[in-house]
Structures are given as structure tokens and as C-alpha cells.
């Protein structure tokens, strides 16, 4: 489509090309996953460390017992939008997943925003989670009685700052990513069966100590100390209402904009297209099962945490080891630290792999530097697009607060989310004869429920996110302006300028050889 750069906003991408990317007409990734692989993927982003402690945190914090309709408003949210990306996906088998629906079905300005967007949300969920793995890491050594020496001790397990035990998970992960899609599928399904056993037996353990009578109790609507003239940490839904503070609806619509983030990462699914087998058919099944699986967990942890410990007995910081210790049963605070920290290593290994998925899907297209989508040799994986992921998160997390930018990531998820159902709804309209695996049951009212869901658990996001997110997406106008709409494959560039070179069709050819045989 040679259209000139002026024209950038009418540009979309061919259906065609998205699924000649898929069959390996173009430099493609080789297959990997099968339909329990991708559940496991999705198993391994999504149960981290906050399924020991964002349930007791906002029940303590902000939503009492109702944090187990919290957990549920959350899900519900994330169900619906799974049933659009369940669509999108079998229509569009890719590793752009949202970036390239939005591409296809909006054209390339919408597409750029959705994958600047992408782009933040997985970088920074990366670094968030580096750093909390650490100190889970050290929180566990300590616990165990390992005793570190004190020059490790001063670098290891901060909050902010330099700290190994995160450089040591990113540089290790990194290169398990960057060594190919099986190396890190192996390592995950390790991971994601030990800390399965470990969230089992919290619950086993823990269901002994369950008091019902501890859900009974209904706080008092109430507004924390130092935080009522705080327009800028305050819920913009309690701005728009008059209203802020915890507990109560409010407190329960607040804290399940906060538990979106727990579930964070069926979407991740989508990355993984390309290297599924019958994509059409087993990325939808993936992400709903996974995601289902997920939703069910969290929300019998949370009702084991809440029966365990009344609301206002229960510690934010610690919540379930705390429950524990107060029940006589303080071996477990061990089990939950091992569980917190295998969680969070498949955490930063799927986020991982999904950003480089979504970014190497950008580079194909030329929004960013075309050699980053160069497929390595010997190991079929965009190696070079994984070491920049990998050396920036590096940065991210090593030199800048991340723990308190959280919230960003939620943010940048549900503006993706609003994208992807808004995207069922006109593709059903434009494209309503392409070929899908799957199809949004009751539509365009799911999409639009999606949508309405969205945008009710945006507006309980605090006003200083709303305007840390609207500089980002600024920012990202400015680059898509001076290098992304010049540069991409649909400004007219001829295929014979490709920096990709001979290398990468090498690679293409023989993953396509290797594909067949597979097949065969």
C-alpha cells in the first residue's frame, strides 16, 4: 500500500499479511506450544506473589470481606475482555496480538498506540515484578535463617536502588528467553507445578482456620489518615462523586481496579500465536481456561485469607504468613515464601517472552528498527529485540522507584483492553466473512460490556496515573511521528531495501522446513 506518510492514520494492515506471517510466508518464530503449554503460560504470568498478599492488602486497606467481590468485579471484567482476544486471535494468529488487531481493524496510527502502550505495561509489570522478587528472595534467605554477608545484605532486597538479587532474575531470565521458546517452556512448566503445589497447600492448611464469621463483618466507609485532601492519590471516580476514601463500595470498586493487576497476563497468551500449534483453536481455549483457572484460585486464596484473620487484624504487609503465625502454623510462612518467589520467576519469564513478542511484531512492521524482528540462527528466537527488553527493564528496575508505578500497569492494560472489544465490534461489521476459531458469544454485547467495564475500573485510578499515562502516550506521539510513520512497511518501503537480509529468510526458510516436518 504505498500511500505517503501524511496518509499514516488511513493505513491498515491486510488481514492476508497477518496470516501470511503465521504460515511462515514471512521471517516467522517456529512452533513450541500445544493447547496445555499455552494454559501453562497463562497459569505462569497471572499467579504470582500477589495471590499470597493483594487480597489481605486491600481487605486490610480498602475493602474489608467485600474484597472477595473485589476479586470477582475484577474477573468478571477480565473474562469478558478474554472472550475478545479469544475472537481476535483465532482471526489473527500473531505475536503483535493486540498491536496487530488494532493495525488490521483501525489502521496504523491506533495501531502505534496500542503497542506503545503494550510496550509500557509489560516493561514496566518486568521491572515491577524484578524488584519484588527480590524481596521475596531475601524475605525467604531471612526466614530460613540464611544469613547474608553484610556488603550483600546492604544490595539485596530493596525496595529502591541498586539491588542484585534483581539484576541477578533479569540477566537469568533474559537469557533463558533469548535462547528460544522450548528452553523457557521447559523451565516454566517446572515452575508453575511446584508453586501450584505451594498455593495448594495454603489453601489446605489454611481452610482448617477458616471462621465464617469473620466475613460478617462490614466496615464502616472511612477515609485513611492523610489522604482526604490528596487530589492527586485520590480515585477519580471519588473526585467525579465527591467521594473518597476506603471501604464500602467505593473501597470495593477502588481495590478491584487494583486487583486487575493480579490478572494481568492472559492477554500474553495472544503473544504466543505464532509458535502455537492450530492457533486458531488453541490460543482462544488458552486464554479462557487459563484465565478461569486463575480467577478461581484468587478467589479461594482471598476467601481463606478473610476467614483466617478479621479485616482489621490483618497485617498489609505480610498478610497470609501473619494469618499463619497467628494460627499456630508458622512453618508455612516458609512455603509461602518459596511460592512467592517461583511465582514471581514465571511472572517475569512470560512478561518477557510476551514483550518480545509484541515488539519483534513492531520491528516486522517497521514502527521500530527493522533488525530488532532479525530471527537468530541457532537458536530461532529474536535474540537481539530480547537483550534490549532485557537490558532496559534492567535499568527500569535498578534506577527507577517502579514500585510505586504500579498502577501504570493497569492502566496501559485496560486502555489495551477498551482497544481489543472495541476491535470485535467493527471487525464484525468491516470483516464479518474472515475465517475465526472462535466467536464473542451474546455480541456486540459482551464487547460492549467489556468496554463499560473497562472504563468503570479506569475511573477508580488515582488522578497522578491518569497523568503519568497521558505523558507516556504523549511521548510515544512524538516517536511515532519522527520514526514509526516514515519507517513503516506500508509508507511504501520496497522489500529490497529489507535490512533483515539473508539472514533472516535463511532462518525463515528453515523454520518453515522445520514446521513441515513437523507436521508431517
Same mark, same amino acid.
Given at each position: 500500500?504505498?500511500?505517503?506518510?501524511?496518509?499514516?492514520?488511513?493505513?491498515?494492515?491486510? %488481514?492476508?499479511?497477518?496470516?501470511?506471517?503465521?504460515?511462515?510466508?514471512?521471517?516467522?518464530? #517456529?512452533?513450541?506450544?500445544?493447547?496445555?503449554?499455552?494454559?501453562?503460560?497463562?497459569?505462569?504470568?497471572?499467579?504470582?506473589?500477589?495471590?499470597?498478599?493483594?487480597?489481605?492488602?486491600?481487605?486490610?486497606?480498602?475493602?474489608?470481606?467485600?474484597?472477595?467481590?473485589?476479586?470477582?468485579?475484577?474477573?468478571?471484567?477480565?473474562?469478558?475482555?478474554?472472550?475478545?482476544?479469544?475472537?481476535?486471535?483465532?482471526?489473527?494468529?500473531?505475536?503483535?496480538?493486540?498491536?496487530?488487531?488494532?493495525?488490521?481493524?483501525?489502521?496504523?496510527?491506533?495501531?502505534?498506540?496500542?503497542?506503545?502502550?503494550?510496550?509500557?505495561?509489560?516493561?514496566?509489570?518486568?521491572?515491577?515484578?524484578?524488584?519484588?522478587?527480590?524481596?521475596?528472595?531475601?524475605?525467604?534467605?531471612?526466614?530460613?535463617?540464611?544469613?547474608? %554477608?553484610?556488603?550483600?545484605?546492604?544490595?539485596?532486597?530493596?525496595?529502591?536502588?541498586?539491588?542484585?538479587?534483581?539484576?541477578?532474575?533479569?540477566?537469568?531470565?533474559?537469557?533463558?528467553?533469548?535462547?528460544?521458546?522450548?528452553?523457557?517452556?521447559?523451565?516454566?512448566?517446572?515452575?508453575?507445578?511446584?508453586?501450584?503445589?505451594?498455593?495448594?497447600?495454603?489453601?489446605?492448611?489454611?481452610?482448617?482456620?477458616?471462621?465464617?464469621?469473620?466475613?460478617?463483618?462490614?466496615?464502616?466507609?472511612?477515609?485513611?489518615?492523610?489522604?482526604?485532601?490528596?487530589?492527586?492519590?485520590?480515585?477519580?471516580?471519588?473526585?467525579?462523586?465527591?467521594?473518597?476514601?476506603?471501604?464500602?463500595?467505593?473501597?470495593?470498586?477502588?481495590?478491584?481496579?487494583?486487583?486487575?493487576?493480579?490478572?494481568?497476563?492472559?492477554?500474553?497468551?495472544?503473544?504466543?500465536?505464532?509458535?502455537?500449534?492450530?492457533?486458531?483453536?488453541?490460543?482462544?481455549?488458552?486464554?479462557?481456561?487459563?484465565?478461569?483457572?486463575?480467577?478461581?484460585?484468587?478467589?479461594?486464596?482471598?476467601?481463606?485469607?478473610?476467614?483466617?484473620?478479621?479485616?482489621?487484624?490483618?497485617?498489609?504487609?505480610? #498478610?497470609?504468613?501473619?494469618?499463619?503465625?497467628?494460627?499456630?502454623?508458622?512453618?508455612?510462612?516458609?512455603?509461602?515464601?518459596?511460592?512467592?518467589?517461583?511465582?514471581?520467576?514465571?511472572?517475569?519469564?512470560?512478561?518477557?517472552?510476551?514483550?518480545?513478542?509484541?515488539?519483534?511484531?513492531?520491528?516486522?512492521?517497521?514502527?521500530?528498527?527493522?533488525?530488532?524482528?532479525?530471527?537468530?540462527?541457532?537458536?530461532?528466537?529474536?535474540?537481539?529485540?530480547?537483550?534490549?527488553?532485557?537490558?532496559?527493564?534492567?535499568?527500569?528496575?535498578?534506577?527507577?522507584?517502579?514500585?510505586?508505578?504500579?498502577?501504570?500497569?493497569?492502566?496501559?492494560?485496560?486502555?489495551?483492553?477498551?482497544?481489543?472489544?472495541?476491535?470485535?465490534?467493527?471487525?464484525?461489521?468491516?470483516?464479518?466473512?474472515?475465517?475465526?476459531?472462535?466467536?464473542?458469544?451474546?455480541?456486540?454485547?459482551?464487547?460492549?460490556?467489556?468496554?463499560?467495564?473497562?472504563?468503570?475500573?479506569?475511573?477508580?485510578?488515582?488522578?497522578?496515573?491518569?497523568?503519568?499515562?497521558?505523558?507516556?502516550?504523549?511521548?510515544?506521539?512524538?516517536?511515532?511521528?519522527?520514526?514509526?510513520?516514515?519507517?513503516?512497511?506500508?509508507?511504501?518501503?520496497?522489500?529490497?531495501?529489507?535490512?533483515?537480509?539473508?539472514?533472516?529468510?535463511?532462518?525463515?526458510?528453515?523454520?518453515?522446513?522445520?514446521?513441515?516436518?513437523?507436521?508431517?
Amino acid at each position: 500500500m504505498p500511500e505517503g506518510t501524511s496518509l499514516s492514520i488511513l493505513r491498515r494492515l491486510p %488481514p492476508t499479511e497477518v496470516t501470511n506471517r503465521w504460515t511462515g510466508a514471512r521471517h516467522g518464530l #517456529p512452533k513450541a506450544y500445544g493447547r496445555t503449554d499455552l494454559v501453562v503460560l497463562g497459569l505462569g504470568v497471572m499467579i504470582g506473589a500477589g495471590i499470597f498478599s493483594v487480597a489481605g492488602r486491600q481487605a486490610a486497606t480498602m475493602a474489608g470481606p467485600g474484597v472477595i467481590l473485589s476479586f470477582m468485579i475484577a474477573g468478571i471484567t477480565s473474562l469478558l475482555v478474554a472472550f475478545c482476544f479469544a475472537e481476535l486471535s483465532s482471526a489473527m494468529p500473531t505475536s503483535g496480538s493486540a498491536y496487530t488487531f488494532t493495525y488490521v481493524i483501525f489502521g496504523e496510527v491506533w495501531a502505534w498506540l496500542v503497542g506503545w502502550a503494550l510496550v509500557m505495561e509489560l516493561l514496566l509489570a518486568t521491572a515491577v515484578v524484578a524488584r519484588a522478587w527480590s524481596l521475596y528472595a531475601a524475605q525467604m534467605l531471612a526466614d530460613l535463617g540464611v544469613r547474608l %554477608p553484610d556488603l550483600l545484605a546492604r544490595i539485596t532486597g530493596q525496595a529502591e536502588g541498586f539491588d542484585l538479587f534483581a539484576l541477578f532474575i533479569l540477566v537469568v531470565l533474559t537469557a533463558v528467553v533469548a535462547l528460544g521458546a522450548r528452553v523457557g517452556l521447559r523451565t516454566l512448566w517446572i515452575i508453575v507445578v511446584a508453586k501450584l503445589l505451594a498455593v495448594g497447600a495454603v489453601i489446605v492448611v489454611g481452610a482448617t482456620h477458616f471462621d465464617q464469621r469473620n466475613l460478617s463483618a462490614i466496615p464502616v466507609p472511612a477515609v485513611p489518615a492523610g489522604t482526604a485532601d490528596d487530589t492527586l492519590n485520590s480515585p477519580l471516580l471519588g473526585l467525579m462523586f465527591g467521594q473518597t476514601g476506603a471501604f464500602g463500595w467505593f473501597g470495593i470498586f477502588a481495590a478491584s481496579a487494583v486487583i486487575a493487576f493480579a490478572y494481568i497476563g492472559f492477554d500474553i497468551v495472544a503473544t504466543a500465536a505464532e509458535e502455537a500449534e492450530d492457533a486458531p483453536r488453541s490460543i482462544p481455549k488458552g486464554i479462557i481456561r487459563s484465565l478461569v483457572i486463575t480467577t478461581v484460585i484468587y478467589i479461594v486464596v482471598a476467601l481463606v485469607m478473610v476467614g483466617m484473620t478479621p479485616y482489621d487484624r490483618i497485617n498489609p504487609k505480610a #498478610p497470609l504468613a501473619n494469618a499463619f503465625r497467628q494460627a499456630d502454623e508458622g512453618f508455612m510462612a516458609h512455603i509461602i515464601n518459596i511460592g512467592a518467589v517461583l511465582g514471581l520467576t514465571t511472572v517475569v519469564l512470560v512478561l518477557l517472552v510476551g514483550l518480545t513478542r509484541v515488539m519483534f511484531a513492531m520491528a516486522r512492521d517497521g514502527l521500530f528498527p527493522r533488525p530488532l524482528a532479525r530471527i537468530n540462527r541457532s537458536y530461532h528466537s529474536p535474540t537481539r529485540v530480547t537483550l534490549l527488553i532485557g537490558g532496559v527493564a534492567i535499568l527500569l528496575a535498578e534506577f527507577v522507584p517502579v514500585l510505586t508505578l504500579e498502577p501504570l500497569v493497569v492502566i496501559g492494560t485496560l486502555f489495551v483492553f477498551i482497544a481489543v472489544a472495541a476491535g470485535v465490534i467493527r471487525m464484525r461489521r468491516t470483516m464479518p466473512d474472515l475465517p475465526r476459531g472462535f466467536r464473542v458469544p451474546l455480541s456486540p454485547g459482551v464487547p460492549i460490556a467489556s468496554i463499560l467495564a473497562c472504563l468503570w475500573l479506569l475511573v477508580n485510578l488515582q488522578v497522578i496515573t491518569w497523568l503519568y499515562f497521558a505523558a507516556w502516550m504523549a511521548f510515544g506521539v512524538l516517536v511515532y511521528l519522527l520514526y514509526g510513520r516514515r519507517n513503516s512497511v506500508l509508507a511504501g518501503a520496497r522489500p529490497a531495501a529489507d535490512p533483515l537480509g539473508a539472514e533472516s529468510r535463511g532462518t525463515e526458510s528453515r523454520g518453515t522446513e522445520s514446521r513441515g516436518r513437523h507436521r508431517r
